[in-house]
């Protein structure tokens, strides 16, 4: 860490050298030292920490604040600090191109295609880094779209208790994350049911996926009451059970359907279109799944069964065909973007968004033209 004083405009190095001079005392002499600071390091302090380190120039690398996270390798491989370890590994190798990588983050930084607002509406919003692959999985969607992705973290139970009525009116897409437990639920499910109304961009992950069903079950299906057991073991109408494979398991930790599995789409549908292909795989976490006695009733109703594990026997993938934008799985997609790569789901879930936005646009003009 070399720390800046603003009051007078000063890094100050002693920091480091303590550090570097109490792994010295142990029998470890650095090679390279990433130095975290606010402020570009000059050549003046570079050279000091150089000097008081035993450490060459080269390998003094300034580690300093950057508008994303995805720009820190165009920072790292500008002071070359692949070809210095490279050099100290005596390693050969072919020169590092980041052309590509560097357009990517000038997306991220200056989208060309505006803003588009997205709630995600979840129970653990207060430490939104529970969060933190569903928000990387959003931005990617915007460097997809070469859009800003504006995220607004929603509290369920805030918007369960009415305290933010009419909230949405104002955004351009809805997601509802995974999660576990009934706590904020009713809330989720209000939500749920604003967007497929209204025509926002939906998009449910996990329990969201559970909560679509119970919300279209309710409202839809006529099915009043309707639960997960998870929830309410009680429910009348339970549209969320236990898979087969866990109906005698107590035991918690390590028990779920975990890791990837494939899944099959069904052909004309909308997520086969976002995938461009009609057997995935995907990465899975959960316990419960979508009650198979009642497939039929919801598909008499109007939600399709887009997604189902090869067997037939688990939904994956739900969605209704004459919405804008209602899609939910079972599975994590989050877990398989990356910034360069986004997920299809998410990629596909942002261009709706900006199609909201821009339409929202329009008629706010044509409001004000009349």
Known sequence: LVPYIAAVGELKTKPTQHSVRELMEIGI?????????????????????????????????????????????????????????????QIEAPQTDLAEWGRMVERVKNPSSGTVRIAVVGKYTELVDAYKSVQQGLIHGGIANDVKVQIEWVSSERYEAGALERHFEGFDGLLIPGGFGDRGIEGMLMAIEWARENGLPFFGICLGLQCAIIEYARNVSGRTGANSLEFDPETEHPVIC??????????????????????????????????????????HRHRYEVNNEYRELFERSGLIMSGTSPDQGLVEVIELPDHPW??????????????????????SFIKAAAAHAAGSQTRTAGGARE
């Open 29 to 89: 002499q650095p090679d390279v030292l990433i130095c975290r600071a606010e402020q570009a390091l000059d050549e003046g302090t570079r050279k000091k920490i150089a000097l008081f380190t035993n450490v060459p120039i080269d390998g003094v690398i300034e580690a300093r604040d950057v508008d994303t996270i995805y720009e820190v390798p165009l920072e790292l491989r500008r002071q070359r600090l692949d070809d210095v370890v490279l050099d100290l590994l």
């Open 242 to 283: 236990l898979m087969d494979s866990q109906q005698q398991v107590t035991a918690k930790g390590g028990t779920m359907r975990l890791g990837e599995y494939a899944a099959s789409l069904q052909e004309g549908s909308r997520v086969e279109e976002v995938y461009a292909d009609q057997e995935i795989k995907e990465r």
């Open 326 to 347: 209602f899609i939910a799985c079972q599975f994590h997609p989050e877990l398989k973007s990356r910034p360069n790569r986004p997920h299809p789901l998410f990629a």
